[in-house]
């Protein structure tokens, strides 16, 4: 009798190796699934129950996610994040892949070794020690490029962080924070792509800007939808950027500048913790749906 691979004989057969690897693969996967349904999906459903019900635990369907929409703060709070994530995306975009290329293309020199070494640098701070690192910088009576800041027409802290330049600052920071990673990842990326497609490209004749729009980006596609997925995911979280600048500025940035700060304010300012569940819902439904659109409309998941 000849065991198919479905036969119920089949797993004795499977050497020893083979049955201790699918147990562990099976005990990581499990640690996960605890772990993520302890700090992921139990209070997620907590979140939605409390943005479903009042204080008393009565059901009162969308009432929350209305009063919070009415809110004079709201709106604001919701330009000021799309503002932010339009700055935040598109920089990472086109920096990051631009400074991957450009590191892939130093790979045969110790430059590159370095430049790998100084992307990563800035995201061994945590983000509150890295808004503390920028506010010193900004500020021209202290910041080591005053200089730089004078010749920019900025003299005074005030001048700096006016209401006006906060998205781009904002993503400046970010940028400096966590772009290093995502350099490191296309880079890697970038070492996937097989040397024959890179060298039937330069026997084709194409130079160093065909290769990477024509060859190396296309093939980075997947790595930037996945980049951008998290980044948008994290950007419409914002909020110790503006929290410690509001402490730092007397309330410039003022403390509801964001969604997250807002939910914040309605938690522990307002004890209106139904609200501040149906905020956060809002910007799960948001990022969830903006990851699906992304997925749905890049192939994510469809074979190359």
């Known amino acids: 009798m000849t065991l198919t691979p479905s036969s119920p004989g089949s797993a004795a057969r499977r050497p020893r190796g083979a049955v201790r690897q699918s147990r562990a693969g099976t005990a990581f996967v499990a640690a996960y699934?605890?772990?993520?349904?302890?700090?992921?999906?139990?209070?997620?459903?907590?979140?939605?129950?409390?943005?479903f019900t009042d204080a008393g635990?009565?059901?009162?369907?969308?009432?929350?996610?209305?009063?919070?929409?009415?809110?004079f703060r709201f709106m604001d709070a919701v330009s000021h994040v799309a503002v932010y994530l339009a700055f935040w995306l598109l920089s990472l975009v086109v920096f990051v892949v631009a400074l991957a290329l450009l590191l892939h293309r130093l790979a045969s020199g110790s430059a590159s070794k370095a430049l790998r070494f100084l992307y990563y640098i800035p995201g061994a701070l945590a983000g509150a020690a890295s808004v503390l690192v920028w506010l010193f910088m900004l500020d021209p009576t202290v910041s080591p490029v005053s200089s730089l800041l004078g010749m920019s027409g900025f003299h005074t802290f005030g001048e700096v962080i006016a209401p006006g330049n906060l998205p781009l600052l904002f993503t400046v920071i970010a940028f400096w924070t966590g772009?290093?990673?995502?350099?490191?990842?296309?880079?890697?990326?970038?070492?996937?792509?097989?040397?024959d497609v890179m060298e039937a490209a330069r026997i084709d004749g194409a130079g160093a800007w065909q290769t990477a729009w024509h060859v190396?980006?296309?093939?980075?596609?997947?790595?930037?939808?996945?980049?951008?997925?998290l980044a948008f995911a994290g950007g419409a979280q914002l909020f110790v950027e503006p929290q410690l600048l509001?402490?730092?500025?007397?309330?410039?940035?003022?403390?509801?500048?964001?969604?997250?700060?807002?939910t914040f304010d309605f938690a522990f300012q307002m004890n209106n913790i139904n609200g501040a569940a149906a905020v956060s819902v809002e910007l799960l439904v948001?990022?969830?749906?903006?990851?699906?659109?992304?997925?749905?409309?890049?192939?994510?998941?469809?074979a190359d």
């Open 286 to 302: 948001v990022s969830v749906s903006a990851a699906a659109l992304f997925v749905a409309r890049s192939g994510f998941f469809d």
């Open 246 to 262: 509001s402490l730092a500025s007397v309330g410039v940035a003022g403390r509801d500048y964001s969604l997250n700060q807002l």
């Open 57 to 71: 635990g009565k059901v009162t369907g969308f009432a929350n996610f209305t009063a919070t929409a009415h809110d």
């Open 179 to 195: 772009a290093g990673g995502w350099i490191v990842v296309m880079y890697g990326a970038l070492n996937n792509i097989p040397t």
């Open 216 to 229: 190396q980006i296309p093939m980075l596609r997947k790595w930037i939808v996945y980049m951008v997925i």
């Open 33 to 51: 699934v605890v772990l993520l349904v302890a700090f992921g999906v139990l209070p997620t459903a907590y979140a939605v129950y409390f943005a």
